[in-house]
């Protein structure tokens, strides 16, 4: 019985007696047995790779969401506190202006109004109510639109028109538009 050309790493280094070769290896189905199991244990190393990567988001997202609500208690207790803070606030301006409902209670709403009316009047000093963020970008949003303005303004000029903003003093000096 003549053996098939093999390559060098595929013949067999000894050959039981009435033995065929398949597949390069002893036996009908040794090679498609041993791929088999090889991947049965890559399956198997892969879906236990797979639960512990699910095992870790979601203790991840819980870690998550145990720092947020604690968060969120934190942001709850500081509102609360701040708001009893308000209203202790309030109440001393009540005392110290007057404003005290019979039986010694005091008028929230009337020391409010005064709050109000002082910060209306300017009584209470430079009070500024925006972010120096949102100051920022105001400032900036009014410098290119004062630059647009310039640009347009110096387009008229160049082709010569008449038109004239809001702003600008009539041509001929005077105080009376229509007398120009």
């Known amino acids: 019985m003549k053996t098939p050309d093999l390559h060098p790493h595929q013949r067999p280094t000894a050959m039981p007696a009435g033995a065929r070769l398949v597949h390069g290896r002893f036996g009908p189905f040794a090679q498609a047995r041993q791929g088999g199991i090889a991947l049965v244990f890559v399956l198997l190393m892969l879906a236990v790779a797979m639960g512990l990567a699910l095992i870790t988001a979601r203790m991840t997202l819980m870690g998550d969401k145990a720092s947020r609500n604690d968060r969120d208690r934190q942001i709850a207790f500081q509102a609360a506190e701040l708001a009893l803070n308000d209203a202790e606030l309030l109440e001393a301006i009540g005392r110290r202006r007057g404003a005290v409902l019979p039986g010694?209670?005091?008028?929230?709403?009337?020391?409010?109004?005064?709050?109000?009316?002082?910060?209306?009047?300017?009584?209470?000093?430079?009070?500024?109510?925006?972010?120096?963020?949102?100051?920022?970008?105001?400032?900036?949003?009014?410098?290119?639109?004062?630059?647009?303005?310039?640009?347009?303004?110096?387009?008229?000029?160049?082709?010569?028109?008449?038109?004239?903003?809001?702003?600008?003093?009539?041509?001929?000096?005077?105080?009376?538009?229509?007398?120009?």
């Open 104 to 180: 010694g209670r005091i008028n929230v709403q009337k020391a409010a109004e005064i709050v109000l009316n002082e910060f209306r009047s300017g009584a209470l000093g430079r009070v500024s109510l925006e972010t120096p963020e949102e100051l920022a970008e105001w400032t900036a949003a009014a410098v290119a639109a004062e630059a647009e303005r310039e640009k347009e303004r110096g387009t008229r000029r160049q082709r010569g028109c008449a038109v004239q903003f809001d702003d600008e003093a009539p041509a001929g000096g005077g105080d009376d538009p229509g007398a120009a």
